[in-house]
C-alpha cells in the first residue's frame, strides 16, 4: 500500500484525513512493515466504507486487514441511525456470525499425545466436514424457526451442551431481535442439513496446546495453564448466513439509490438502518448469528462426546465464543456523550475491556478472551480485550492471519498429501476430506498470525494471553 | 474461442468466462465456479437441472446465475460440468448436468459462499464477451 498520506498517530495506528466524499477520517492499526504490505485495495475499500452516511468517528481498518468485497476484510464501522445511519450486507458479508470458540480440556499435552492419533480419528469421524458433508439433525420449519430465535440457548434446551456454556458466548447465547420470517425459504432449505456441520476453506476444529502465556493472571482468570490442551472451534452460519447475505446484498445494492446513498462499490450495499429494508435485513442477520452461535454450540456437544470416549467424566468447559462478521447494536461514548451505534465488524472480533457489563461475572474484572484463529499448523492466539480499545476502534481487535497467496498459487505449489506428512513430523495430525483443500490451506499461504497479533497488542485494541499451537487439525 | 480462468483475490477466488456469445461467456464462468470445488473434467454431466433467473442488467444477471448454480450444489448436494444456456434480455434460463459429489474422486477443496459484486463486469471485448466477479469461498 502507498502509505503516502498517513499521519502516523502512534506505533501502530495511522491516519488519513478525510478527502473527497469522505465524511470521517480512515484509521488503520499496523506497524509500519504491516501496512506497506496491506493491498492498495484496503484503502480504496476503507475510504469507501468513510462515504457512508451517518458513519461516526472513522473507517477502521484492523492489523490483518485485507482486500474484501465493499468493506475491507478486518474493516470496523459504525453508524448512528439519528444521522441517516446505514446497515450495509456487505458490512457483515456472506458467512453471518463466523467465528471461533475455545473450549478448556484441563488435560496435560502428555493425555492427549497417548491418544493423538484415534482421537483425530474419533473427531474426523464424528464431525461433518467439508464440501457436501450433511449433519445429523434435521428440523422441521417450526423447529428452524426456533433455532433461528433461540441460538445457542435453543441448542442447550435441545440437549446439545451445558447451560453454563451460554453465559460464555457473546449476547449471553442468543442473538435478541431475530425475525425467522425475514429469513427466505431459499436460505432455510439451504441449511436444512447443514446443523451441526464445520464447513470448508478455512474453517477448523484444533486440539490445541498451551505453548506460552504471556499475562499469568488473565491467563489463570481464563483457565488457560501453560501445557494444558484447549478445542478451538473455527466455523459460521453456513449455507444459512450465505444464503441471507446473497440475497440482501441485490436487494440493497438496488435500493440505495432509491434512499438517495450513492455507492461507490455496488458491494457496499446498504440501506438506512430505519428503512423497512434495514430494518427486514438486521431480522434475517440477526437470525443468521443465532444459526452460527447453535451450530457452534452442536460441534461443541460433538466434540465432548469424543472427548469423553477417551477420557470419561471431562466436562471440556467452555472459554469464551466470539463472532467475527456481525453488525451489532452497542452503546459508545463519543465526544464525551453515549451513542447507541450500529457496529459493522467485517473480519473484525468484539473485544471489550474490563468492567463491561455484557461480559460473565466471572470474566468482568480482567476482560473479554478475544479468540484469533491462525492457518492450519501454525499458532492460534488468545488475547483479552482493552479499556482503552473502546476509544481507539469501538472495542474491536483482528481476527485472523488473513492470505498471503490465493488458492490458486498454493495449489500450484503444494500438494495436500506433502503438507500432512509434513505437519505429521511436525507433531500435528491432520484430517480432511479433501488434500486439494489442504494445499489450499497450507500454513505457508497465509500471512503470519503472531506479527497482527503483536500489532493490536502493541496498538493497544487486545492484550496478548496466550499462544495456542495445534496438535490435531480437522479441516473441511 | 470459450475459455474459463480463475483471477486472483487476495482473500477469496475470481471467476472469468469467455465466449463468443454473451450465453457461452456464461456457461463457461460457471464451469469456472466449479473448478473452485473440483476438476470439471471428474465430473460426469449425468442428471439435468434447469436453472431460470432473470436480473435488471447482465451484470446482476451473472451474479444471480452464479449463485443460483451455488444455491443448487448446496441444496443438491452437486457439481455441474455442462451447462446449456439461453439468455434473452433480462431472462437467462439454463440447464446445468452434473452428479452428486463423490467426496473420495472429486476431492472437492472448498464450497462457494456466494457470487459477489467484486470486480463484476459483463462485457463485450473485441470479438468475445467476457463475464467475470469474484466468488467468497
Known amino acids: ?476 | 474461442m470459450s475459455a474459463w480462468e480463475h483471477f486472483e483475490h487476495e482473500a477469496d477466488i475470481g471467476v472469468r468466462g469467455r465466449g463468443a456469445t454473451l450465453a457461452e461467456a456464461f456457461a463457461q464462468a460457471a464451469l469456472a465456479l466449479t473448478a473452485i470445488v473440483t476438476d470439471p473434467a471428474l465430473v460426469a454431466p449425468r442428471i439435468p437441472v434447469a436453472i431460470r433467473c432473470e436480473a435488471p442488467d447482465p451484470e446482476f444477471l451473472l451474479v444471480d446465475w452464479l449463485n443460483a448454480l451455488i444455491y443448487e450444489m448446496a441444496t443438491r448436494h452437486m457439481l455441474f460440468s455442462c451447462y446449456e444456456v439461453r439468455i434473452e434480455g433480462d431472462r437467462l434460463e439454463a440447464t446445468a448436468w452434473g452428479e452428486p459429489v463423490d467426496r473420495s474422486r472429486h476431492q472437492p477443496a472448498v464450497e462457494p459462499k456466494g457470487a459477489t459484486f467484486t470486480a463484476l463486469q459483463v462485457a463485450r471485448q473485441g470479438e468475445e464477451w467476457i463475464a467475470q466477479c469474484v466468488v467468497d469461498v
Open chain 1, 1 to 476: 500500500m502507498d502509505i503516502k498520506g498517513f499521519e502516523r498517530l502512534g506505533p501502530c495506528h495511522w491516519r488519513l484525513a478525510p478527502r473527497g466524499a469522505m465524511r470521517v477520517p480512515v484509521e488503520i492499526f499496523a506497524d509500519e512493515t504491516l501496512l506497506q504490505a496491506m493491498d492498495d485495495k484496503v484503502r480504496e475499500q476503507a475510504e469507501n466504507v468513510a462515504t457512508l452516511p451517518g458513519i461516526v468517528r472513522a473507517s477502521y481498518a484492523m492489523p490483518d486487514a485485507h482486500w474484501g468485497y465493499g468493506f475491507p476484510i478486518g474493516g470496523v464501522a459504525a453508524f448512528d441511525p439519528d444521522e441517516g445511519g446505514v446497515v450495509s450486507a456487505g458490512g457483515v458479508g456472506f458467512d453471518v456470525s463466523c467465528g471461533v470458540r475455545c473450549l478448556l480440556t484441563g488435560l496435560p499435552v502428555e493425555a492427549i499425545l497417548a491418544v493423538q492419533e484415534p482421537l483425530a480419528e474419533a473427531l474426523f469421524a464424528a464431525i461433518p466436514a467439508g464440501v457436501g458433508s450433511t449433519g445429523q439433525i434435521r428440523l422441521s420449519d417450526a423447529e428452524m424457526d426456533a433455532m433461528l430465535r433461540g441460538g445457542a440457548r435453543w441448542a442447550v434446551a435441545q440437549g446439545y451442551g451445558e447451560a453454563a456454556d451460554l453465559e460464555r458466548i457473546e449476547e449471553h447465547g442468543c442473538m435478541a431481535g431475530a425475525d425467522p420470517k425475514a429469513v427466505s425459504t431459499q436460505a432455510k432449505k439451504r441449511q436444512r442439513e447443514e446443523m451441526g456441520t464445520l464447513g470448508s476453506g478455512n474453517h477448523y476444529l484444533e486440539v490445541q496446546r498451551v505453548a506460552e502465556l504471556y499475562d499469568e493472571a488473565t491467563a489463570a482468570a481464563f483457565g488457560l495453564v501453560r501445557d494444558q490442551v484447549v478445542v478451538s472451534i473455527h466455523c459460521g452460519s453456513r449455507g444459512l448466513g450465505h444464503q441471507i447475505g446473497t440475497e440482501y446484498l441485490k436487494e440493497m445494492a438496488l435500493a440505495a439509490k432509491g434512499y438517495g446513498i450513492v455507492l461507490p462499490d455496488r458491494e457496499l450495499a446498504c440501506a438506512p438502518i430505519t428503512s423497512p429494508v434495514g430494518q427486514r435485513y438486521l431480522g434475517a442477520m440477526r437470525a443468521a448469528i443465532n444459526c452460527a452461535l447453535a451450530n457452534r454450540q452442536i460441534l461443541t456437544h460433538l466434540t465432548r462426546r469424543v472427548f469423553a470416549q477417551f477420557f470419561p467424566g471431562l466436562s471440556l468447559p467452555l472459554l469464551y465464543d466470539v463472532s467475527h462478521n456481525t453488525c451489532k447494536v452497542e452503546t459508545h461514548e463519543v465526544d464525551g456523550r453515549r451513542r447507541t451505534l450500529y457496529v459493522h465488524r467485517k473480519g473484525a472480533t468484539r473485544a471489550f475491556g474490563p468492567g463491561h457489563p455484557e461480559l460473565p461475572e466471572a470474566l468482568r474484572p480482567v476482560g473479554q478472551p478475544v479468540l484469533i484463529g491462525g492457518s492450519m499448523g501454525t499458532s492460534s492466539y488468545v488475547l483479552v480485550g482493552t479499556k482503552e480499545s473502546e476509544a481507539l476502534a469501538f472495542s474491536s481487535a483482528c481476527h485472523g492471519a488473513g492470505r498471503a497467496m490465493s488458492r490458486q498459487q498454493a495449489l500450484k505449489r503444494w500438494q495436500g498429501r506433502e503438507v500432512v506428512e509434513s505437519l505429521a513430523r511436525r507433531g500435528v495430525i491432520v484430517r480432511s476430506p479433501s488434500f486439494r483443500g489442504v494445499a489450499e490451506e497450507a500454513p505457508d499461504a497465509y500471512k503470519d498470525v503472531s506479527a497482527v497479533v503483536d500489532a493490536a497488542d502493541r496498538a493497544g485494541l487486545a492484550r496478548k494471553v496466550a499462544k495456542l499451537v495445534p496438535l490435531v487439525c480437522i479441516k473441511g
